[in-house]
């Protein structure tokens, strides 16, 4: 009996969508990875991006654990001589709900090619509306 090896002809995508009112960031993320990679289908496969369109809403209320909101640090070097911004967990998620998130998800993925494509299919929205109705998500529930 032959491998099968899926193609881009053979995946089907589908679109999910996950409310992380009062979720944990790392938990959420690592579920939110395996769904954009594709490694919860049958036919997953390490070298082709078989994975589904993940919609993230509520951004804003994701929460950590211990004293994290404090010192888990965001670093930004702007590329000039003393350049290092860092930016705490309770500042980003202020301003920038999304980004948490995204930062969070990316670190779980490849960082390759590969990884480019399947991040590209991560849509974060900081409130509880999405422009995505067309597409018909499903909700996807968190362990």
Not at 24 to 35: F, K, N, S, W
Request: proline share 6%.
């Amino acid at each position: 009996m032959k491998t099968f090896l899926p193609k881009a002809s053979d995946i089907d995508r589908k679109w999910y969508v996950v409310d992380l009112k009062g979720a944990i960031l790392g938990r959420a993320a690592i579920q939110i990875a395996d769904v954009l990679r594709g490694k919860c289908k049958p036919t997953f496969s390490p070298h082709v991006d078989c994975g589904d369109h993940v919609i993230v809403i509520n951004a804003r209320y994701v929460t950590v654990t211990g004293r994290k909101a404090a010192d888990k640090k965001y670093y930004h070097y702007t590329g000039y001589p003393g350049g290092l911004r860092v930016t705490t967990f309770k500042q980003m998620n202020a301003k920038f709900p999304e980004r948490v998130v995204e930062k969070a998800v990316r670190g779980m993925i490849p960082h390759s090619r590969l990884g480019r494509q399947v991040y590209k299919k991560l849509h974060v929205y900081a409130n509880g509306t999405h422009p995505h109705q067309a597409q018909k998500p499903q909700p996807l529930n968190l362990k």
